[in-house]
Each structure stands twice: as structure tokens, then as C-alpha cells.
């Protein structure tokens, strides 16, 4: 039943994703947050549609401390339900991602539309400089910044090298940091076809301030908050598996 239920939101999916593709190609002239705006209506159409198909559904804790400026989060990247998800939570954002993801056909397509930082991984001085001037473009623009500060996607229970460039380009450009800590994985894990039915955990912490700090102090701080909320709420979801 599972399998049969996946399959269902996929061919929505397979639906619904050239349509907006096509729209990100014609509302390429708006502004970026209204063409944000416009793109993350393909996000709530899918959850809509996630949560008919597959049951899953989602809560938030600490949506309060969601503050009124521009700010970067910082978030445990399990699954790619919160690449969706975090369009429904916060302000409109761009993402920090490989320049390569922009080339997948449709997909890339409305992905280039919510004006992505996206850098070559391989050009590191490159990578910096470029972070630092769109980052800086991105906010002045209404923006905020998603960086999934581990780097990629983590299994549920374990945890990756958290990586310094996002506490440097917090406080390069002096934004807080918003830490979010998630058991997406539990249910829809890594390159699995399958969504299991439930309801995934999404905490939301206090902003953290650059102010003061050193990017090792910084970025140390975030990953206390998302792995000490993680050991809260982790193993609630049916495709948990204790790590050996």
C-alpha cells in the first residue's frame, strides 16, 4: 500500500512539475521575491497533494521565534521534503547549492526562478567570494539564505561535519542564524521512493547572533542546538533504524 501511495504522488508530481517550470520561464522578468512567491505554490500544491496520497503530514515547535528581519537558517538535512518545506515555513529564501542541480531538466528550471546562490563546489576561493556577494544581493533584496550547514543529506541518528563557510557568511554579512532541527528522514528517507504516513517534527530555534563569536564558536553553537534537539525527537518515525 505504501509503494502504491508513493506511486500516486510521484505522477502528481511528474504532473505538476513541468507546469510550474514553464511558469518559472515566463515570470523570469518579476522581481525575486515575487517570483518566489509564485514558485512556492508548487511546494503547497505537493504537500496538499503528500498528504492525500501518503498520509504525512507536518508540525511545527517554535515557529515564534521566526524573527521579522532577513536572517540565515541553518538546518539538518535528512530528506528532500525540506527543500519543499522550509518554502512553507519561513520568508521567501534562496538556497546555497551545486550549480549542477540547475541544469535538471523542468526541475532546474523553476529552481533558477527563486534565484539560488549556486556555486562550483571544485573553485572553493571562487565559491567564498561568490557566497559573499550574492549572499549580500540576496538579503538586500528581501531574501533570506538556506544553508544546510552539514552539507548533505544525513541519515536519521547519525551526524556530519558541520562546516564553517555558513557561521563565516553570517557574520561577514552580520545576519543571525535561525538553527532547525528536523526528523524528516523518518519518514521519507534519502533516495527512497517510498513516504510513509505520519508526521514529521520541525523545531525552530532561537536566533542565534553572530555577534562577537568566531565562525568555529558560531557554527559550534548551531550544531549544539540541532543535535541537542535531534536527540529529542529522533526514532519517532517508522523508517528509523538505530545506528550499530
Not at 508526521?199 to 565562525?215: H, M
Request: charged letters at 20%; hydrophobic letters at 45%; glycine letters at 10%.
Amino acid at each position: 500500500m505504501v509503494r502504491f501511495r508513493s506511486a500516486l504522488y510521484s505522477l502528481g508530481l511528474l504532473v505538476l512539475t513541468p507546469i510550474f517550470a514553464l511558469i518559472a520561464l515566463f515570470i523570469f522578468p518579476l522581481s525575486a521575491v515575487t517570483r518566489n512567491a509564485v514558485i512556492a505554490w508548487w511546494s503547497r500544491l505537493m504537500f496538499a497533494w503528500l498528504k492525500i496520497t501518503c498520509g504525512l503530514s507536518f508540525k511545527v515547535e517554535g515557529a515564534e521565534n521566526i524573527p521579522h528581519g532577513p536572517a540565515m537558517i541553518m538546518c539538518k538535512h535528512q530528506s528532500a521534503w525540506e527543500t519543499m518545506a522550509l518554502q512553507l515555513i519561513f520568508p521567501p529564501q534562496v538556497w546555497v547549492l551545486k550549480r549542477e542541480l540547475l541544469k535538471i531538466p523542468f526541475f532546474g528550471w523553476g529552481l533558477a526562478a527563486t534565484s539560488p546562490i549556486a556555486i562550483d563546489r571544485g573553485q572553493r576561493a571562487q565559491a567564498q567570494r561568490q557566497l559573499m556577494e550574492q549572499g549580500r544581493d540576496r538579503l538586500n533584496k528581501g531574501l533570506w539564505i538556506v544553508i544546510f550547514p552539514e552539507g548533505t543529506r544525513i541519515k536519521p541518528g547519525e551526524r556530519g561535519q558541520y562546516k564553517q563557510g555558513g557561521a563565516r557568511l553570517a557574520k561577514d554579512l552580520d545576519v543571525p542564524i535561525v538553527p532547525v532541527a528536523m526528523n524528516s528522514g523518518e519518514f521519507w528517507p534519502k533516495n527512497s521512493f517510498c513516504k510513509w504516513p505520519g508526521e514529521i517534527t520541525v523545531r525552530i530555534g532561537k536566533p542565534i547572533l553572530p555577534e562577537g563569536k568566531n565562525s568555529l564558536a558560531l557554527i559550534n553553537e548551531v550544531e549544539g542546538w540541532i543535535e541537542g534537539e535531534m536527540a529529542q525527537i529522533t526514532g519517532r518515525g517508522p523508517c528509523y533504524q538505530k545506528p550499530e
